[in-house]
């Protein structure tokens, strides 16, 4: 039997309370918490640990999930991916995912996106996904053309960080359209 959370190069997990080392580690690179989210004063490893084991202790609720990425060649978390801002009503969400600077570029983000998707909408009945990217991420705004997202508008100087305003990229994809592009699995 396989896992749906498990691909090629990564498998999806819950945060552990040892995984707090790793995201402090994530933490002390400035790029790393931009491209995720924004630059956050440092937290002690105490406060890293309470943080962690908290998540991992924590209940998805509503399909709002954090998930930790796990490379399967070093068993490592290179990563996380979240989803938020659910809508059943609509059938959409949101998420987002960070790759640590030491992992870019190994296909892992876009293994993790793509199973990710596979269970929200294949599993879970959601129409839609959208996403945010910082207009000046080249490679997580190729990556979601990669994945077969459409652009769907440009925020212009919508977020301010690092001294002045940046313009954020929407994205959505709807479930028809990525079924087309990445078809279910076929095993029950």
């Known amino acids: 039997m396989t896992s749906a959370w498990v691909g090629e190069l990564v498998r999806l997990r819950g945060v552990e309370p040892e995984d707090w080392e790793s995201f402090q580690r994530f933490d002390a690179n400035t790029g ?6 924004r630059v956050h004063p440092p937290r002690s490893g105490a406060r890293q640990r309470e943080w962690a084991q908290k998540t991992a202790l924590g209940t998805p609720e509503n399909d ?3 998930l930790g990425v796990e490379s399967l060649a070093e ?9 938020d801002a659910v809508d059943y009503r609509a059938g959409r969400f949101t998420y987002g995912i960070s790759i640590g600077t030491d992992h870019k570029g190994r296909g892992y983000a876009t293994e993790a996106v ?17 996403a945010s990217v910082w ?3 080249e490679a ?3 990556l979601h053309r990669k994945l077969g997202f459409t652009e769907e508008g440009r ?11 940046h313009d954020v990229v929407l994205f959505g994809m709807t479930a028809a359209e990525f079924a087309a592009r ?3 699995p076929r095993e029950i």
Do not use: Q, W
């Not at 068993?75 to 989803?83: H, N, R």
């Not at 793509?114 to 959208?130: A, I, S, T, V």
């Open 32 to 37: 790393d918490m931009r491209r995720a989210d």
């Open 64 to 66: 709002t999930m954090m």
């Open 75 to 83: 068993a490592a978390l290179v990563g996380m991916l979240a989803t």
């Open 114 to 130: 793509r199973l990710l998707l596979n269970f929200m909408f294949g599993e879970r009945r959601f129409h839609k996904c959208e």
């Open 135 to 137: 207009g000046f991420n």
């Open 140 to 142: 997580s705004i190729a």
């Open 155 to 165: 925020l212009r100087d919508h977020e301010f960080f690092a001294g002045r305003h």
């Open 182 to 184: 990445h078809p279910y």
